[in-house]
């Protein structure tokens, strides 16, 4: 028992020697000849270094021994330690693939399908709307003019008698009206120089202050407005 922990130490001894030999052969001084000194001499003042060991060339080469093999173990090792850190981001990067992988294979047709169903809501609302049913707070275009003496709440009267008269006297020039047109964009459609024009736009912008201002519209201003426009309202409303 004694023996063989006495091997054991010796072996490590052994192995721990062989490097400080070397070490200490490595760095052991060269004898430097009558060339040497007088090369150091003329080179003295010359910002040459002089750290480097030169051999007489007249003497004989010195032997060439060495006792280092490479260690190819080692660089393999180095290799693969180098390699090591990738592998975590590749595996980080495979997982977030299949992830995506599997979120779209789940839950792709349900998307397209939610796109679709949006897409038929959206027409059958514009079918809707274009048929004359209402959309948010805009009122249905009436017809005849008692329709919109009808209406008890004069603000929401006065809107719909300036898009029902605006709607037809364009319609009457051959422009179709167009739902991304504000009624001043609808207005410019309408020719300077057709009768009542002034009465028009006069009751587009109060129908405007009323809609987007929130203001207020009292009897007589609306009994003013409709009597202004009511040439061009039959014109527009046969």
């Known amino acids: 028992m ?3 922990i006495g091997l054991a130490i010796a072996l490590c001894l052994s192995c721990f020697a062989a490097p400080a030999g070397a070490q200490q052969a490595a760095v052991e001084p060269l004898e430097i000849g009558e060339s040497g000194e007088a090369y ?26 060495t006792t280092e093999t490479p260690r190819q173990r ?3 090792r180095d290799a ?7 592998m975590p981001a590749i595996i980080l990067t495979a997982g977030i ?25 959206t027409t059958s609302g514009r079918r809707r709307r274009g048929s004359g049913g209402r959309h948010g707070d805009q009122p249905v275009l009436p017809d005849s ?26 319609g009457a020039q051959g422009v179709l009206m167009q739902r991304s047109w504000t009624a001043r964009d609808a207005l410019r459609r309408v020719p300077r120089n057709l009768e009542h024009r002034e009465a ?7 129908g405007e202050r009323v809609q987007f201002g929130g203001r207020d519209v009292s009897e007589e201003e609306f009994d003013a407005h409709v009597a202004r426009i009511r ?5 527009a409303l046969p």
Do not use: W
């Open 2 to 4: 004694f023996l063989r």
């Open 40 to 65: 150091l001499k003329s080179i003295r003042y010359r910002r040459i270094g002089t750290d480097v060991a030169y051999y007489d060339p007249t003497r004989p080469a010195p032997p060439l021994e």
């Open 74 to 76: 080692s660089q393999n």
């Open 80 to 86: 693969a330690s180098a390699e090591l850190p990738r």
């Open 97 to 121: 693939l299949l992830l995506i992988t599997y979120l779209f294979m789940t839950f792709g047709g349900g998307i397209s399908v939610s796109l679709g169903r949006a897409a038929e809501n």
């Open 145 to 170: 003019l008692e329709a919109v003496l009808r209406i008890r709440d004069r603000r929401e009267a006065l809107v719909a008698l300036a898009q029902a008269v605006l709607a037809r006297t364009v």
């Open 200 to 206: 028009l736009q006069s009751l587009v912008l109060a």
């Open 231 to 235: 040439p061009l309202f039959r014109r």
